[in-house]
């Protein structure tokens, strides 16, 4: 017949802290057993439960006595503080290691070598973070050893990216990495030259140091935007030099002899009446429409972390406030910042998104908490001061390559138009 331990034993306060205590005899035998010290007294009063719970079954009160005394002792084992690790040095760079054993078994755990000591400390900080929400101390340093593998996967993909040659005179640079088993790349744009594609090779693998969490897909985002803004930015080199062949095509197209010998001919076509009034708001409406949004992910973030992954990612040249205020309702970190060198969300929407849409993302962001100091406010007047030269630029476009590239320029540098020229044509 079963014998019933349920009347052994209570909780004890022990400096603060709750343990689960039994001290009792049987056949001349102490038995003293104690559970895992815990900060709340319910989960000291759990392991008083389970302890007893194990004798369940015993034939004889000396059975049951030790499997309660085994029960707490694993109940101890489980709770047992996990290693604190280390940063070591080697060869002048660092590595986080945690060097421990359980249930006979040696777990040496290692994270990605890193240049700098910051950086490891930090995978260290995840590694260990990593054990958070496992049951039993094995399962804990499993966790670990499987988090320092992905680290250790991640700097990996970012270090083993590659210049890829694409048709008779292209290179791409590129970044190949497994999402659930399936391989997958992150592509920069189409350069003329190796070496261009080889310098966005290194931004690339710089917008991923910085960030441990390559299993959360922050590190994958962060070199996403990355290539999205190297994208970027050759499309807008790619623009400005259509805009100068253009140009070239029609002067030589249009060019006529003219009878007076002082003179080329070229002067009339500089000083040419212009076709639009490009002060009108509707006319620049119809040169430069709104942006078609692009065809991204049509569901809504699981979570935070999704939201904010996505909203490293997120291209405002291309996208609507409703898409940015899907994610900033998820609770996506608004003052996100995908890489080293990289700009917060604010910032890019004040820098890239069209004018139609650019001051009701603005205002999203800040209502979401995004930082809006002197240096935003400065950036922001100058963004207002680069769209009232707008009309400025557009009509003085048709005028020599050269002066279009001084005004192309001048728009970026000096946003407030301290050396646009005052036009030459009434």
């Given at each position: 017949?079963?014998?019933?331990?349920?009347?052994?034993?209570?909780?004890?306060?022990?400096?603060?802290?709750?343990?689960?205590?039994?001290?009792?005899?049987?056949?001349?035998?102490?038995?003293?057993?104690?559970?895992?010290?815990?900060?709340?007294?319910?989960?000291?009063?759990?392991?008083?439960?389970?302890?007893?719970?194990?004798?369940?079954?015993?034939a004889t009160r000396p059975s049951g006595l030790k499997a309660m005394q085994l029960a707490a002792k694993n109940l101890r084992d489980t709770t047992r503080a996990l290693p604190l690790g280390s940063i070591e040095e080697v060869d002048g760079r660092f590595i986080a290691k945690v060097d421990t054993k359980e249930s006979g078994t040696r777990f040496w755990i290692e994270g990605p070598l890193r240049d700098d000591e910051q950086q490891a400390?930090?995978?260290?900080?995840?590694?260990?973070?990593?054990?958070?929400?496992?049951a039993t101390r094995l399962a804990k340093l499993q966790a670990m050893q499987l988090a320092a593998k992905q680290f250790r996967d991640g700097a990996k993909?970012?270090?083993r990216g590659g210049i890829k040659?694409?048709?008779?005179?292209?290179?791409?640079?590129?970044?190949?990495?497994?999402?659930?088993?399936?391989?997958?790349?992150?592509?920069?744009?189409?350069?003329?030259?190796?070496?261009?594609?080889?310098?966005?090779l290194a931004m690339l693998r710089g917008a991923a140091l910085g960030h441990s969490a390559w299993a959360d897909g922050i590190c994958v985002a962060a070199m996403k935007a990355k290539a999205l803004a190297l994208m970027e930015g050759a499309e807008k080199e790619a623009r400005v030099a259509m805009g100068i062949d253009q140009y070239l095509s029609q002067r030589m197209a249009h060019k006529v002899e003219d009878s007076d010998p002082d003179t080329d001919g070229d002067d009339e076509g500089d000083c040419a009446s212009d076709d639009y009034d490009?002060?009108?708001?509707?006319?620049?409406?119809?040169?430069?429409?709104?942006?078609?949004?692009?065809?991204?992910?049509?569901?809504?973030?699981?979570?935070?972390?999704?939201?904010?992954?996505?909203?490293?990612?997120?291209?405002?040249?291309?996208?609507?406030?409703?898409?940015l205020r899907v994610l900033l309702s998820a609770r996506a970190d608004p003052n996100v910042v995908a890489g080293e060198g990289d700009l917060a969300p604010l910032w890019m929407v004040m820098r890239y998104a069209h004018n139609h849409h650019v001051r009701e993302m603005r205002d999203l962001l800040i209502e979401f908490g995004a930082t809006n100091g002197e240096a935003e406010l400065e950036?922001?007047?100058?963004?207002?001061n680069i769209d009232r030269w707008e009309p400025i630029f557009m009509r003085d476009f048709h005028r020599p390559a050269a002066l279009l590239i001084y005004h192309h320029v001048c728009r970026l540098r000096y946003p407030k138009g301290g050396c646009i020229p005052k036009p030459v044509c009434s």
């Open positions: 017949m079963a014998v019933s331990m349920a009347h052994l034993g209570g909780v004890i306060n022990k400096e603060g802290q709750f343990v689960a205590k039994i001290d009792t005899k049987e056949s001349g035998t102490r038995f003293y057993i104690l559970g895992p010290v815990r900060d709340e007294e319910k989960h000291a009063a759990q392991d008083l439960s389970s302890i007893r719970a194990a004798a369940d079954g015993e400390a930090q995978d260290l900080s995840a590694i260990r973070a990593a054990a958070h929400g496992e993909a970012a270090a040659e694409v048709g008779a005179e292209g290179y791409i640079a590129r970044i190949q990495y497994l999402d659930n088993s399936e391989e997958k790349e992150i592509v920069g744009p189409r350069r003329a030259t190796e070496r261009r594609a080889e310098a966005d490009y002060s009108d708001l509707k006319v620049l409406d119809k040169l430069a429409p709104p942006p078609v949004p692009k065809q991204g992910p049509t569901q809504p973030p699981r979570d935070a972390a999704e939201a904010t992954a996505r909203l490293a990612c997120f291209r405002s040249t291309q996208e609507t406030p409703d898409a950036r922001w007047e100058d963004r207002l």
